[in-house]
């Protein structure tokens, strides 16, 4: 983690700490200067000029409960009421309908007024009901089952004016009922302190939805820096968490939808429960749970979709059951995000700590509200502001942890093109160097041209004037195209020499981590071709104890290989061909390489001037070429570190030796080639990719991902039987399973009826399989194979 993402931490933890320590302490001397000034408990309250500007009721009222919540005051005022309690300040969620009463005097000689604010703001039925002398009763209505605009007092809170005469005694009866959790703070309030601070709170409202605008606009611009679809959850549960909030503390209600009185108490599980639903995506897609936690992905999709139908509940249904449920259901979402955290944590994925640290500061913020709301904790600016601010400060952690991951992305890009920049300078310059060495050298190679290449164009030229529509039209069109393709081969040999003329011109030699087999493999794949034209083949024989990785120039070895082969089958008919690669027991730090024919040998007088240009033997005169096919393979062996030898006799065929350095890498260095093209193959199929090195794992997964399949890995195959998806296709490394043998898959394959496998080796066997695949599995085959597999299932089907 890095020094800024430290310092964060340790600023929101501090931050938490103080919110909580100033609104704890703030109630707590609250409540001790309100008890300190409360009298002993009795059955009126005596009202004077000089009280304090916030008097706590609680002391002095009566409650009753009507289970059937229809009764009216004529009938509740005969009910038996009894001193409220601490246990009924909290009835949590409730069918019932609560009565309290008050009664208050004003012993003074002048009219007294007072503000009667009922808490919190999230109330449905508020209503107060003062009895009149002749015994009637006289109803105010507040809270959210009323338009906004019919409250005595436009305030967020139900509040009530209370005036009385000098001398005057008055009974006040509340009813309180709401399909919300039910909550009874009930306060007197002086009018100017209650005026004053009114603006306060709204100011505040407004600066915690200043604070989430600015950190949706910031997810936003993210999500269009990133391309990541993940920063839009997060600015749409923003957005959701602070409209639930506002309405939480009746901000909503007052500004955004006054007259809409059934919404103003659905909107609060609704919004709430969308909010958590939104975070629920945005977790998913960072921490890629599809993927890497499928079962726990399960489960939590799972409550996803029943919170969708609480919330439906909620919105056409019963309110309070939906948003019991709901609440249930958000509390086992918030455990199942922290445990996926946890456990992304373990596997390596910096980004579920900073996930792990906002979910649970999250937590800590809506602990005070979850606890309010099951009636377990009374309602403070603890429970109204430190989910907002939690919220803002967990959400903003995430965005800077996406924006500083963005910000190494960025620097390694820089650093690549660097890189790249200086490759290219540094190339320039060397081709600078290599064509003032070539030019000295091309009048020599531009005198053999016009001789080597006049006999096969004027062929062409004398069989195309002499070509007729007769039996001897295709003879004659076959004669061209080998023409024309002398000629090709001679401008390609011609222009490989025409770079590195002589010795004049230094070879670049690029060693890098190569898998050996495939390469040698996919060399002699190639040349079949032109030994066919012959009438011959061509074997590949590894010995067992061949290395796997090396690490060499692939390209320049194969440029080699080619040209050995290309003359073995320029001089060989009707024969086999065998490339041998293995090392010598003499000399075990050497690679060994032989290309032997049975064609019709070498004299030993021309032996001494193979390698040289342009110098050829005497039994291949009359054959087409320029003589710079052995020179150009003596030349790019040497640059490598090895040596080329010949073993000749006429008319018993040659064979040609070289050996280079043993230099073993580690596999997980090779670099695979890309794809240039996607083919959708796998759509709606799952693959498994089974091997031990990281580096192939993730090669051949991200081919599968081009191919459409959802792709899975395992390094071994106890991490493999652990899979619970329904598998279609599994591409194995052999030598990661127990014995190196696909025995080994049997069970596997018994759990997953279905599946077909490739194997994609290192190793090439003596027989490989029609399945079998050597790595790096080149593109042509890759895409057969595939197609292959789903041309079975298709059959299948």
């Not at 009126?44 to 002095?60: G, K, R, S, T, V």
């Not at 000689?109 to 808490?119: D, F, G, P």
Request: glycine share 8%; with cysteine.
């Amino acid at each position: 983690m890095s020094s800024l993402l430290r310092k964060l931490v340790r600023t929101q933890v501090l931050g938490l700490l103080l919110v909580a320590a100033f609104f704890n302490g703030h109630a707590q001397a609250q409540q001790a200067n309100i008890g300190a000034a409360l009298p002993a408990p009795q059955a009126i309250l005596q009202l004077q000029a000089q009280d304090q500007e916030q008097l706590q009721l609680f002391p002095y009222l009566q409650i009753w409960v009507d289970p059937s919540a229809r009764l009216g005051p004529q009938d509740a005022q005969h009910q038996g009421f009894r001193p409220m309690q601490s246990g009924d300040k909290h009835p949590g969620y409730s069918g019932s309908a609560f009565w309290l009463r008050l009664r208050l005097h004003n012993p003074g000689t002048q009219s007294l007024s007072r503000y009667l604010l009922i808490e919190p703001a999230r109330l449905e039925e508020v209503a107060l009901y003062r009895q009149q002398a002749d015994g009637n009763w006289q109803v105010s209505h507040a809270g959210t089952s009323h338009p906004f605009g019919e409250r005595e007092l436009a305030m967020r809170e139900s509040a009530f004016i209370v005036q009385l005469a000098p001398g005057q005694t008055q009974t006040l009866m509340l009813r309180v009922a709401s399909r919300s959790s039910v909550a009874l703070e009930a306060t007197l309030w002086d009018p100017h302190a209650l005026q004053v601070r009114f603006p306060g709170g709204l100011w505040v409202d407004g600066v915690l939805v200043g604070v989430s605008l600015f950190l949706m606009l910031l997810a936003v611009m993210t999500t269009h820096v990133l391309r990541e679809p993940a920063a839009i959850y997060i600015a749409a549960h923003m957005l959701l968490a602070i409209l639930y909030e506002s309405g939480m503390r009746g901000t909503s209600f007052m500004i955004l939808w006054p007259n809409a009185t059934d919404w103003a108490t659905r909107s609060l599980a609704t919004l709430g429960g969308l909010a958590v639903l939104c975070q629920w995506l945005a977790v998913r897609r960072l921490l890629h749970l599809r993927r890497r936690q499928a079962r726990l992905h399960r489960g939590l999709n799972l409550i996803a979709w029943l919170g969708l139908l609480t919330l439906g509940v909620c919105l056409v249904g019963d309110y309070r059951l939906g948003t019991i449920s709901n609440s249930l259901l958000n509390s086992c979402m918030l455990l199942g995000l922290l445990l996926a955290c946890v456990q992304a944590a373990r596997a390596g994925q910096r980004l579920a700590l900073v996930w792990l640290l906002a979910l649970g500061t999250q937590a800590l913020g809506m602990l005070p509200r979850y606890l309010g709301l099951l009636g377990l904790w009374p309602h403070g600016l603890l429970s109204d502001y430190a989910p907002p601010l939690m919220m803002e400060l967990g959400c903003l952690l995430v965005l800077i942890a996406l924006m500083q991951r963005f910000h190494k992305q960025h620097q390694r890009y820089e650093r690549g093109l660097e890189a790249a920049v200086a490759a290219r300078t540094t190339a320039l310059a060397q081709a600078t160097r290599h064509a003032q060495a070539s030019d000295a050298a091309k009048g020599r190679l531009l005198g053999y041209i016009g001789h080597d290449l006049r006999a096969p164009l004027a062929s062409v030229v004398h069989v195309a004037r002499e070509m007729r529509a007769d039996q001897a039209f295709d003879a004659d069109r076959r004669a061209i195209e080998r023409s024309g393709l002398l000629l090709l081969d001679m401008i390609d040999e011609l222009q490989r020499f025409a770079k590195a003329p002589e010795s004049s011109a230094v070879l670049e030699i690029l060693p890098a981590p190569v898998y050996l087999h495939g390469l040698l493999h996919d060399t002699v794949e190639q040349a079949q071709g032109l030994a066919r034209s012959a009438g011959c083949h061509i074997e590949l024989r590894l010995a067992a104890d061949l290395p796997t990785v090396l690490e060499l120039d692939a390209k320049r070895l194969r440029q080699v290989l080619f040209n050995l082969l290309s003359n073995a089958a320029k001089f060989s008919r009707d024969s086999a061909i065998v490339v041998h690669a293995g090392t010598e027991p003499d000399a075990p730090a050497r690679l060994q390489l032989r290309v032997s024919d049975q064609g019709s040998g070498i004299a030993a007088e021309d032996l001494p001037w193979l390698f040289e240009p342009f110098v050829r033997a005497s039994a291949s005169a009359h054959l087409p070429g320029l003589g710079l096919g052995l020179s150009i393979a003596r030349q790019m062996v040497q640059a490598m570190g090895g040596d080329i030898r010949v073993r000749s006799q006429l008319g018993l065929g040659s064979e040609f030796s070289f050996d280079l350095p043993l230099q073993l890498a580690a596999e997980d260095e090779v670099l695979w080639p890309p794809l240039l093209r996607q083919i959708s193959i796998g759509e709606g199929l799952c693959a498994l990719v089974l091997d031990p090195c990281e580096t192939a794992r993730e090669a051949l997964a991200e081919r599968l991902s081009l191919a459409g399949f959802d792709c899975l890995q395992a390094a071994d195959l106890d991490e493999a039987m652990q899979i619970d998806a329904p598998l279609d296709l599994l591409v194995v490394e052999p030598d990661g399973l127990p014995d190196g043998s696909v025995q080994a898959l049997a069970a596997l394959h018994s759990r997953h009826t279905q599946m077909r496998a490739l194997c994609c080796s290192r190793h090439l066997p003596p027989q490989p399989d029609a399945g079998w695949l050597c790595k790096p599995v080149q593109e042509q085959d890759w895409w057969a194979a595939l197609q292959s597999v789903s041309a079975a299932r298709l059959e299948e089907a």
